[in-house]
């Protein structure tokens, strides 16, 4: 086996090995978009920030390889000419996959935000009511409380 072929073909199933690493990564994120949305829908608010952190690590695990992915695919149309024909199938459906699940993840977060801030809206405006419920209280009583709020009728 000659130099180049062995050097691609090392090539090839180095770039498979951390597509398929960050593939596992990119469905674990897709489970937890999904779980992220149910927990959101019942207002679990300590589980949802127990499932965040379990995503932010997902997140620094698939950035962290970002670097390595992007030496291994400079230059990927040319290098892939060079590899067998189920390595280069094999490494465009797991490009596909991932780019795929990755918006998927996105469009999920982007849904999940607009819940959240319906939700904050309803609570911004409820506390809104309070206040104003407390200003016509007032108002009502004439800017002053109860003088002895012990006392009844009779004093």
């Known amino acids: 086996m000659s130099e180049t072929h062995t050097a691609t073909r090392d090539w090839a199933e180095a770039l498979i090995e951390l597509l398929e690493r960050q593939e596992t990564v990119v469905n674990e994120l897709a489970a937890l978009a999904r779980q992220q949305a149910e927990l959101i829908r019942q207002s679990r608010t300590d589980a949802l920030l127990g499932l965040l952190t379990r995503r932010q690590q997902l997140i620094e695990r698939f950035a962290g390889a970002q670097d390595e992915l992007g030496r291994l695919t400079a230059d990927l149309e040319r290098r892939l000419e060079t590899v067998s024909d189920e390595q280069r199938e094999r490494i465009q459906m797991l490009l596909t996959d991932i780019s795929g699940?990755?918006?998927?993840?996105?469009?999920?977060?982007?849904?999940?935000?607009?819940?959240?801030?319906?939700?904050?809206?309803?609570?911004?405006?409820?506390?809104?009511a309070v206040g104003t419920?407390?200003?016509?209280?007032?108002?009502?009583?004439?800017?002053?409380?109860?003088?002895?709020?012990?006392?009844?009728?009779r004093g």
């Open 101 to 128: 699940r990755l918006a998927q993840v996105m469009q999920r977060d982007e849904e999940d935000q607009q819940v959240l801030e319906a939700a904050r809206n309803r609570t911004k405006d409820e506390l809104a």
């Open 133 to 153: 419920t407390r200003q016509a209280r007032r108002a009502y009583l004439g800017g002053r409380g109860p003088e002895n709020r012990f006392a009844d009728r």
